[in-house]
């Protein structure tokens, strides 16, 4: 394959010798990087901020969310079902408390940025400014997110929350009340970014026509998201609503999750919000963060085609042992989306996500495929507790329904991890916000050096 470079076309031989060149640095990068492990057990070093326990090492406070796992009984903890709170009020109390209303995820914005659910006055006043900046100037869609166009849209994203730092009369001014109004704008716009990214990338790299069809003020965020993606722009309610819910699942999960530390950590420094947020963003594009969904769905698919019966419990968990055992799928031994970090009986995002998952098969004629998941999840927490010989129970998680859903919505892959940016943009606001009010300090742990020092020998004498 030949490459252009200052207009003159690479000679296969040039090809050749680059890769060479390549090869040979690589090698000695390797060869000059390895740290012997017995010195992070030496030196009690917490890799990745986490103790011997896999617990995450105290690094900050917050009043945003709170993640629970366990119970205090007689001054032990005990394991116990899943609970998170947004501003302490459970997650499971907002999604029932909403009914049969779409509007959930607008509260929910509102709740984790200031502090408090809003009244109907508030919500009122809230609903009509947050539609007002659902828009980008067609010069932006045209000059920025149409040109350059991406397959992996989180790349997108990126360079448009970044371009729109130009587009900011005032961008560079970190005090509250322009901070707040930056991150109102882009949790407003991230949902046309990526769907625009998403139908510039059809158009221009797979030949597809390019339609690009507006937002409207008087729908909520998930029913738009819906409008713009779909050329027919139609959507049941029901579609809507599992959409919100699953946009409220995912709004805020802690400050110690790798996006949201991200925030924190470039925050601290004084950048501006877009750069904050594109940080944010290249954390949750990374496949051990952002990316578990779609791993269960090709995992799921894998299964699908090696398994005749899907309701064959004995079929079903020979091939999950398979699977454990690297003998298939992708040979990793893992089966994605079960097990968690905190949560140890049950994921309450995964309790919920899975009740209107259910509901959505039922409407889309998929209910088949929703009771291989739920035989998949009764059997594969189980397996993996014998095969790793586990104390802990292994619960499945989020991920675990979300592909699903989003698959069920008719949603691409392409944007599974995005959606997740755009419900994550309400989270990473407000821990931006919470980081600006209330710390002075950057954040800047310690690395102990553990190499040899050296002295300097002339290039001759190398």
């Given at each position: 394959m030949l490459a252009e470079n200052n207009n003159e076309m690479i000679s296969l031989e040039e090809m050749g010798d680059l890769r060479f060149n390549m090869a040979t640095l690589e090698q000695e990068l390797m060869k000059n990087h390895g740290?012997?492990?017995?010195?992070?057990?030496?030196?009690?070093?917490?890799?990745?901020?986490?103790?011997?326990?896999?617990?995450?090492v105290l690094t900050g406070l917050t009043e945003i969310s709170d993640v629970s796992a366990y119970e205090l009984v007689h001054g032990r903890n005990i394991p116990a079902d899943g609970k998170l709170y947004y501003q302490g009020i459970n997650v499971m109390d907002i999604i029932d408390g909403l009914g049969d209303r779409r509007y959930g995820f607008e509260e929910t914005i509102y709740l984790l940025i200031f502090g408090k659910l809003p009244s109907q006055k508030e919500l009122d006043v809230f609903f009509p400014v947050m539609a007002q900046m659902e828009e980008l100037s067609q010069r932006f869609v045209r000059d920025v997110v149409m040109k350059a166009s991406?397959?992996?849209?989180?790349?997108?994203?990126?360079?448009?929350?970044?371009?729109?730092?130009?587009?900011?009369?005032?961008?560079d001014d970190i005090t509250p009340g322009n901070v707040l109004r930056q991150t109102m704008e882009l949790i407003a716009k991230l949902p046309?970014?990526?769907?625009?990214?998403?139908?510039?990338?059809?158009?221009?790299?797979?030949?597809?026509?390019?339609?690009?069809?507006?937002?409207?003020?008087?729908?909520?965020?998930?029913?738009?998201?819906?409008?713009?993606?779909?050329?027919?722009?139609?959507?049941?309610?029901?579609e809507a609503k599992v959409l919100d819910v699953a946009l409220?699942?995912?709004?805020?999960?802690?400050?110690?999750?790798?996006?949201?530390?991200?925030?924190?950590?470039?925050?601290?420094?004084?950048?501006?919000?877009?750069?904050?947020?594109?940080?944010?963003?290249?954390?949750?594009?990374?496949?051990?963060?952002?990316?578990?969904?779609?791993?269960?769905?090709?995992?799921?698919?894998?299964?699908?085609?090696?398994?005749?019966?899907?309701?064959?419990?004995?079929?079903?968990?020979?091939?999950?042992?398979?699977?454990?055992?690297?003998?298939?799928?992708d040979h990793t031994g893992l089966i994605y989306g079960m097990g968690h970090a905190v949560y140890t009986l049950s994921d309450p995002r995964e309790v919920i996500l899975k009740r209107y998952a259910q509901k959505l098969a039922e409407e889309k004629g998929m209910t088949e495929e929703f009771a291989l998941y739920d035989l998949?999840?009764?059997?594969?927490?189980?397996?993996?507790?014998?095969?790793?010989?586990?104390?802990?129970?292994?619960?499945?998680?989020?991920?675990?329904?979300?592909?699903?859903?989003y698959s069920m919505l008719g949603i691409p892959e392409e944007?599974?991890?995005?959606?997740?940016?755009?419900?994550?943009?309400?989270?990473?606001?407000?821990?931006?916000?919470?980081?600006?009010?209330?710390?002075?300090?950057?954040?800047?742990?310690?690395?102990?050096?553990?190499?040899?020092?050296?002295?300097?020998?002339?290039i001759e004498d190398r």
């Open positions: 740290i012997d492990p017995n010195l992070y057990i030496e030196y009690d070093v917490k890799r990745g901020l986490r103790d011997s326990s896999g617990k995450g991406n397959q992996n849209i989180m790349n997108a994203m990126q360079r448009c929350v970044l371009t729109l730092y130009s587009y900011d009369k005032n961008p046309l970014i990526a769907i625009f990214s998403y139908h510039s990338y059809r158009h221009f790299r797979k030949g597809e026509t390019l339609f690009i069809r507006n937002p409207e003020r008087h729908l909520s965020l998930a029913e738009n998201f819906l409008l713009m993606l779909r050329p027919s722009g139609k959507y049941t309610p029901l409220i699942l995912h709004a805020e999960h802690g400050g110690g999750n790798n996006s949201t530390f991200t925030t924190h950590v470039v925050t601290s420094a004084g950048t501006d919000t877009y750069s904050s947020i594109a940080a944010s963003l290249g954390s949750l594009k990374g496949p051990r963060h952002g990316g578990a969904n779609l791993k269960v769905q090709h995992m799921f698919a894998d299964i699908m085609e090696h398994i005749s019966d899907w309701t064959s419990e004995a079929e079903v968990g020979a091939y999950l042992q398979k699977i454990l055992d690297k003998e298939a799928f998949v999840e009764r059997l594969a927490g189980q397996l993996i507790m014998k095969q790793r010989n586990m104390q802990k129970n292994v619960c499945a998680n989020v991920d675990f329904y979300s592909g699903f859903v944007l599974f991890t995005p959606i997740f940016a755009i419900a994550r943009m309400p989270g990473w606001s407000a821990h931006r916000l919470e980081e600006l009010i209330n710390a002075s300090k950057i954040i800047r742990p310690a690395y102990k050096y553990v190499g040899v020092h050296e002295g300097y020998v002339n």
